[in-house]
């Protein structure tokens, strides 16, 4: 897939990500160059594009060229003035939980918990410490084609159990169960999702998987706890190996936008000590129902089971 010449991006990691060369993200750039940036999108899957000196407006703005922008079901991480855009901040923020300001920190993709989960998720650095507070990203898709086919065919038979509230243990403090409400409650009903789904818009296999806690995974459908927290973790572990992963080191107003649908992502603000601010606005976009690798499989649905 060839992207517009106007969009100059280079590779920053082994099999994916890459820095957007050249570009000021205006309005009038975005509605020029907007299509030829979502290919570019696709064929990286992660891009970076730096020192975006841009009002919120705008932001939300560049998030219709990757979907409809969606609105953030907890309340308190959403932005004053922009409803679809979510504040992230390492800081004790009037109103906020103290756990938030650990929020998104281990191995997850947006909005999985969704019976139509996110899309693309895009990140700018208002305030960045000069060092820490890196943001991790890890290829499934590339994962999964570097498996035997004999995995891969297994795989592609597994159903997986999601929701955003669940927790092994309730009285933990990243536990989300402590800082949504009844109302945000009955908005997450358990779901289930194929562990192998198929790209809606490149058609390529990709491993749909998290880690239980900070993912929403319950476990695989069907399956004994025992072996399918084994399976979770022999995932995980390959997907996030060396070769997958490409580390971001933020600078002040970078933007960066990513492929949920065949990325996973993690910050590492639990590590950063809180004298060093780190504040930045989120935006997501509402993606496609998961289509699986295997027909037979079937779509995302509600559960049959549901944790309480």
Request: net charge negative; glycine share 6%.
């Given at each position: ?184 409650r009955r908005k ?9 789904r198929r790209h ?109």
């Amino acid at each position: 897939m060839a992207a517009d010449s106007a969009v100059v991006a280079d590779r920053v990691a082994e099999t994916f990500a890459a820095e957007v060369k050249g570009l000021d993200l205006t309005p009038e750039v975005i509605d020029e160059l907007g299509r030829a940036i979502f290919e570019t999108y696709l064929d990286h899957k992660v891009l970076v594009f730096r020192a975006q000196d841009i009002s919120a407006g705008t932001f939300a703005k560049f998030g219709t060229v990757f979907g409809r922008p969606e609105e953030h079901h907890v309340l308190k991480l959403r932005h004053p003035d922009e409803p679809t855009l979510t504040y992230l901040s390492n800081q004790n923020e009037p109103g906020r939980n103290k756990e938030m300001k650990t929020s998104g920190q281990g191995w997850h993709s947006d909005y999985s918990y969704k019976l139509v989960p996110g899309s693309a998720t895009m990140l700018h650095g208002l305030e960045i410490p000069q060092a820490g507070g890196d943001t991790l990203f890890a290829d499934a898709e590339s994962a999964f084609a570097a498996l035997p086919e004999e995995r891969k065919a297994y795989l592609r038979t597994l159903r997986v159990r999601h929701q955003y509230r669940w927790s092994p243990d309730r009285e933990d403090p990243w536990a989300r169960w402590k800082y949504i409400g009844p109302e945000e409650r009955r908005k997450t009903p358990e779901i289930t999702h194929p562990l192998v789904r198929r790209h809606p818009d490149t058609g390529r296999e990709t491993l749909f998987i998290q880690p239980r806690v900070i993912g929403s995974v319950i476990g695989i459908e069907g399956m004994p706890e025992d072996e399918s927290t084994a399976l979770i973790e022999e995932l995980i572990a390959h997907i996030t190996s060396d070769r997958f992963v490409y580390r971001h080191k933020w600078s002040p107003l970078d933007v960066v936008v990513w492929d949920n649908r065949c990325v996973l992502h993690s910050a590492t603000t639990k590590d950063l000590d809180e004298q060093h601010v780190r504040r930045l606005l989120r935006l997501t976009t509402a993606g496609q129902p998961v289509t699986p690798s295997l027909p037979e499989v079937g779509h995302s649905r509600l559960s049959a089971t549901s944790a309480p």
